[in-house]
């Protein structure tokens, strides 16, 4: 078999350092960031130019001086803006955070008992799961630590969200300062709050679990089949708040998003982000909630899942076995070679190549993602070759499977590149760069009807590329080293997260930049500047939401194969009547999930109308600009609405696993993920393709940049209120039920893992009646 050349010493030093300098990075970044100052003053800029030559194709004067504007008072106004913005933000934050914190006690206890229940609260070791000529720690150990890490998952997902929360916050009044310098210094100010996030998320989550890993071996010794089986909870923590913050996030921010719209825009004829609609300050506190928040939890979920699923399968295959360390945590080893990579690839856009218009903004986004892909491939290569022996075996369904380490590189890779596959097959389909976007803005000449159905259309058809890429990675991956080596495809798609993420933070950050300029009343030249890059950002938001949906088909397949295993099925019939009924009712419901979100976002949105609407109708001299709205009203609407609405959701997908394993046994619950699995994938990536496709349209028909878009435009034409319908349409689709999928397929998969031993004791007990 031979041994693997990093020796065990090199990797338990290896990940932490890796975790501990993307951390100091992100701190690195965030101070960079600071430098912008929100006082006023003469060098209310980064400061530092010394008469140097023009940079970004802009000399470096403000161009407030050029037109007469007082300075002093626009860095005010924006650091008040802000404020406000921040302040909405967190408060949302906390209102959430309490909710979710007593369903994190509630659920916590829950895993305890039930896991417990297994072998009747004995403390006594007992035979292991899969060698039952050996001994193993007892079922009231696995329940105790499962509830451990399923509290650590599920802080360590809070505080990523909320963290990155803050520096977008911080980070977007400087963004709009910046962008009075020229277009590059506001991209880069954007882009390193972003990076902030990424980094301290992925290298949070890295370290976290490998520090518990390493407590929880105090106590387990040589049982690492117990142990991983207990580290699984930390997965199942990450996920379930994700879900919280992605469904109360997309409800709070498209409520108000709609709201704004609606009255705004299309009644009353008023630019987007002016600061006479009530709704402004919620509409831009829900892109932190929603795409930063939400997004952040996200992605960190996936990352904790795909990671405890590889583990799983690696305790019970030959680095289990034979407690070989380094080969044993290969998936924490190639997280940390990305934190390195990703770190080397964030230096492309921020220092070694200067943006100098704004026709180079996606292009640099989009190198990110490339240089990232190929940088990685080679780091996956040499660790593969380090921390691998040269041959093993992989548990596969009862069985070991011969594998080599170039095998195991390979299922790594085409995870890896299939993720930039279906981010470029994203932006194709969402970036009104190319023609599928283009054909729907000029459906929006006959009006919305049009416009909507090709979108829709658009979405359906957006699926075809991914669904293959994510069906080759799958075939390569299980043919090499069959679940091991899906769950490690999984991670080779989040193995560059830190990019990914900094890409997708900078969207909303962007988004921000443009509302605070409109807001406090800078030049139109300014404006255009915080619309480039938005329209940037909004096709990479797409991209991200690519990966994560994509991440999320490979990642549930993967917990899907290790609760097959745990649960001690020896194959999953779909002839059976049992199985059958399973996939049915599992690709139902994302669509019974999808329902509630958009008529959630729809209820909510209903009162932000009348709210926005009852303003402007009794408070005299708000649409001429003398008297101020209040926001305040609107901002709790949002935060009222969405912290109702997102408790029907989120008990659907955290209940079913458990009423089904219960009443009807694993049998049928392994239908219902794989039915779920299968239905929600698709659902994902139209709903998100279809949405991002409308707002694109809408933009591309507002900028004017082409002469067929000028044939369209301007702003307040009928094809432009057509493309307006179509963006209103398709908010929720892209930002609450699209993406909130990817979160319902993993969940259900990881909570079926973590409660697999109970479901396998005591399930099916309607069938055991009959």
Same mark, same amino acid.
């Given at each position: 078999?031979?041994?693997?050349?990093?020796?065990?010493?090199?990797?338990?030093?290896?990940?932490?350092?890796?975790?501990?300098?993307?951390?100091?990075?992100?701190?690195?970044?965030?101070?960079?960031?600071?430098?912008?100052? @929100?006082?006023?003053?003469?060098?209310?800029?980064?400061?530092?130019?010394?008469?140097?030559?023009?940079?970004?194709?802009?000399?470096?004067?403000?161009?407030?001086?050029?037109?007469?504007?007082?300075?002093?008072? !626009?860095?005010?106004?924006?650091?008040?803006?802000?404020?406000?913005?921040?302040?909405?933000?967190?408060?949302? @934050?906390?209102?959430?955070?309490?909710?979710?914190?007593?369903?994190?006690?509630?659920?916590a206890i829950l895993i305890f008992l039930f896991l417990g229940s297994v072998e009747g609260f004995s403390t006594k070791s007992q035979p292991c799961s899969y060698d039952h000529f050996k001994m193993c720690k007892p079922a009231l150990a696995t329940a105790l630590f499962s509830?451990?890490?399923?509290?650590?998952?599920?802080?360590?997902?809070?505080?990523?969200?909320?963290?990155?929360?803050?520096?977008?916050?911080?980070?977007?009044?400087? +963004?709009?300062?910046?962008?009075?310098?020229?277009?590059?210094?506001?991209?880069?100010?954007?882009?390193?709050?972003?990076?902030?996030?990424?980094?301290?998320?992925?290298?949070?989550?890295?370290?976290?679990?490998?520090?518990?890993?390493?407590?929880?071996?105090?106590?387990?010794?040589?049982?690492?089949?117990?142990?991983?089986?207990?580290?699984?909870?930390?997965?199942?923590?990450?996920?379930?708040?994700?879900?919280?913050?992605?469904?109360?996030?997309?409800?709070?921010?498209?409520?108000?998003?709609?709201?704004?719209?609606?009255?705004?825009?299309?009644?009353?004829?008023?630019?987007?982000?002016?600061?006479?609609?009530?709704?402004?300050?919620?509409?831009?506190?829900?892109?932190?909630?929603?795409?930063?928040?939400?997004?952040?939890?996200?992605?960190?979920?996936?990352?904790?899942?795909?990671?405890?699923?590889?583990?799983?399968?690696?305790?019970?295959?030959?680095?289990?076995?034979?407690?070989?360390?380094?080969?044993?945590?290969?998936?924490?080893?190639?997280?940390?070679?990305?934190?390195?990579?990703?770190?080397?690839?964030?230096?492309?856009?921020?220092?070694?190549?200067?943006?100098?218009?704004?026709?180079?903004?996606?292009?640099?986004?989009?190198?990110?993602?490339?240089?990232?892909?190929?940088?990685? +491939?080679?780091?996956?290569?040499?660790?593969?070759?380090?921390?691998?022996?040269?041959?093993?075996?992989?548990?596969?369904?009862?069985?070991?499977?011969?594998?080599?380490?170039?095998?195991?590189?390979?299922?790594?890779?085409?995870?890896?590149?299939?993720g930039l596959i279906i981010g470029f097959v994203t932006e194709y389909y969402t970036s009104n760069a190319y023609s599928p976007v283009q054909d729907v803005a000029d459906s929006c000449r006959t009006g919305a009807a049009t416009n909507v159905i090709f979108g829709l259309a658009?979405?359906?058809?957006?699926?075809?590329?991914?669904?293959?890429?994510?069906?080759?990675?799958?075939?390569?991956?299980?043919?090499?080293?069959?679940?091991?080596?899906?769950?490690?495809?999984?991670?080779?798609?989040?193995?560059?997260?830190?990019?990914?993420?900094?890409?997708?933070?900078?969207?909303?950050?962007?988004?921000?930049?443009?509302?605070?300029?409109?807001?406090?009343?800078?030049?139109?030249?300014?404006?255009?500047?915080?619309?480039?890059?938005?329209?940037?950002?909004?096709?990479?938001?797409?991209?991200?939401?690519?990966?994560?949906?994509?991440?999320?088909?490979? !990642?549930?397949?993967?917990?899907?194969?290790?609760?097959?295993?745990?649960?001690?099925?020896?194959?999953?019939?779909?002839?059976?009547?049992?199985?059958?009924?399973?996939?049915?009712?599992?690709?139902?419901?994302?669509?019974?999930?999808?329902?509630?979100?958009?008529?959630? !976002?729809?209820?909510?949105?209903?009162?932000?109308?009348?709210?926005?609407?009852?303003?402007?109708?009794?408070?005299?001299?708000?649409?001429?600009?003398?008297?101020?709205?209040?926001?305040? +009203?609107?901002?709790?609407?949002?935060?009222?609405?969405?912290?109702?609405?997102?408790?029907?959701?989120?008990?659907?997908?955290?209940?079913?696993?458990?009423?089904?394993?219960?009443?009807?046994? !694993?049998?049928?619950?392994?239908?219902?993920?794989?039915?779920?699995?299968?239905?929600?994938?698709?659902?994902?990536?139209?709903?998100?393709?279809?949405?991002?496709?409308?707002?694109?349209?809408?933009?591309?028909?507002?900028?004017?940049?082409?002469?067929?878009?000028?044939?369209?435009?301007?702003?307040?034409?009928?094809?432009?209120?057509?493309?307006?319908?179509?963006?209103?349409?398709?908010?929720?689709?892209?930002?609450?039920?699209?993406?909130?999928?990817?979160?319902?397929?993993?969940?259900?998969?990881?909570?079926?893992?973590?409660?697999?031993?109970f479901f396998a004791t005591h399930g099916g007990l309607l069938f055991k009646i009959f």
């Amino acid at each position: 078999m031979g041994a693997a050349l990093l020796p065990d010493l090199g990797t338990e030093i290896l990940i932490p350092v890796c975790a501990v300098i993307g951390i100091l990075f992100s701190l690195v970044q965030y101070l960079l960031v600071s430098k912008v100052k @929100l006082s006023p003053g003469r060098d209310s800029g980064a400061p530092g130019n010394n008469g140097a030559a023009p940079k970004n194709g802009y000399a470096d004067y403000l161009i407030e001086e050029e037109e007469g504007l007082n300075d002093h008072n !626009v860095v005010l106004k924006c650091a008040e803006i802000q404020n406000a913005i921040s302040e909405g933000a967190t408060s949302f @934050l906390f209102t959430e955070y309490q909710y979710v914190g007593i369903f994190m006690v509630a659920f916590a206890i829950l895993i305890f008992l039930f896991l417990g229940s297994v072998e009747g609260f004995s403390t006594k070791s007992q035979p292991c799961s899969y060698d039952h000529f050996k001994m193993c720690k007892p079922a009231l150990a696995t329940a105790l630590f499962s509830t451990i890490s399923f509290l650590l998952g599920a802080v360590t997902s809070v505080i990523s969200g909320f963290l990155g929360m803050k520096i977008a916050t911080y980070a977007n009044a400087r +963004t709009t300062l910046e962008a009075r310098k020229g277009v590059g210094k506001a991209f880069i100010t954007a882009f390193r709050s972003g990076a902030v996030m990424g980094f301290l998320l992925a290298a949070n989550g890295l370290l976290v679990l490998f520090i518990a890993i390493n407590l929880f071996k105090l106590y387990y010794g040589d049982d690492w089949g117990g142990l991983f089986e207990a580290i699984t909870g930390y997965g199942l923590g990450g996920s379930s708040m994700a879900l919280f913050g992605r469904v109360g996030g997309g409800i709070y921010t498209k409520a108000a998003d709609v709201g704004a719209d609606l009255v705004g825009k299309v009644e009353r004829n008023i630019p987007e982000d002016d600061p006479r609609n009530p709704a402004v300050i919620a509409d831009n506190v829900g892109d932190n909630v929603g795409d930063i928040a939400g997004m952040g939890s996200d992605l960190f979920g996936s990352y904790a899942e795909s990671s405890c699923a590889a583990l799983v399968v690696a305790s019970i295959s030959s680095f289990g076995i034979n407690h070989e360390l380094t080969p044993m945590m290969y998936p924490l080893i190639i997280s940390s070679v990305g934190i390195l990579v990703c770190l080397i690839t964030t230096l492309f856009a921020t220092d070694f190549f200067e943006i100098k218009a704004v026709k180079e903004i996606e292009p640099s986004l989009k190198r990110q993602l490339i240089i990232s892909t190929i940088l990685m +491939t080679i780091g996956i290569a040499i660790v593969s070759w380090i921390a691998l022996p040269s041959s093993f075996t992989i548990f596969n369904f009862g069985e070991q499977k011969a594998v080599k380490n170039w095998q195991l590189f390979l299922c790594v890779a085409v995870g890896l590149w299939a993720g930039l596959i279906i981010g470029f097959v994203t932006e194709y389909y969402t970036s009104n760069a190319y023609s599928p976007v283009q054909d729907v803005a000029d459906s929006c000449r006959t009006g919305a009807a049009t416009n909507v159905i090709f979108g829709l259309a658009l979405g359906y058809k957006s699926c075809i590329i991914p669904i293959f890429a994510i069906a080759v990675s799958i075939f390569v991956s299980f043919s090499f080293a069959a679940m091991y080596g899906i769950a490690v495809a999984a991670l080779g798609m989040l193995s560059t997260i830190a990019t990914g993420l900094a890409i997708d933070a900078y969207g909303p950050i962007s988004d921000n930049a443009g509302g605070i300029a409109e807001m406090a009343g800078m030049s139109h030249r300014i404006r255009e500047r915080t619309d480039a890059l938005d329209a940037a950002g909004n096709t990479t938001a797409a991209i991200g939401k690519g990966f994560a949906i994509g991440s999320a088909a490979l !990642v549930s397949l993967a917990l899907f194969g290790a609760f097959v295993s745990r649960a001690d099925i020896s194959t999953v019939d779909v002839l059976t009547p049992k199985v059958f009924i399973g996939l049915l009712v599992g690709a139902m419901l994302p669509y019974w999930f999808s329902a509630m979100t958009m008529k959630s !976002v729809g209820s909510a949105a209903l009162k932000m109308v009348e709210e926005v609407r009852r303003q402007f109708n009794t408070i005299p001299g708000l649409m001429e600009g003398t008297a101020k709205p209040d926001y305040a +009203t609107c901002v709790k609407i949002s935060t009222d609405a969405s912290i109702k609405e997102m408790i029907p959701p989120g008990a659907l997908v955290m209940l079913t696993p458990l009423i089904v394993g219960i009443f009807f046994g !694993v049998e049928t619950l392994s239908g219902v993920l794989a039915g779920s699995l299968v239905s929600g994938v698709q659902i994902a990536i139209s709903a998100s393709n279809t949405g991002g496709a409308w707002d694109n349209a809408k933009k591309y028909i507002e900028a004017g940049a082409s002469e067929h878009a000028r044939s369209l435009g301007p702003k307040g034409s009928d094809p432009h209120k057509a493309a307006v319908i179509g963006d209103t349409i398709g908010d929720p689709l892209k930002d609450t039920s699209g993406p909130s999928l990817n979160i319902l397929i993993k969940l259900m998969a990881v909570e079926s893992l973590v409660f697999a031993p109970f479901f396998a004791t005591h399930g099916g007990l309607l069938f055991k009646i009959f």
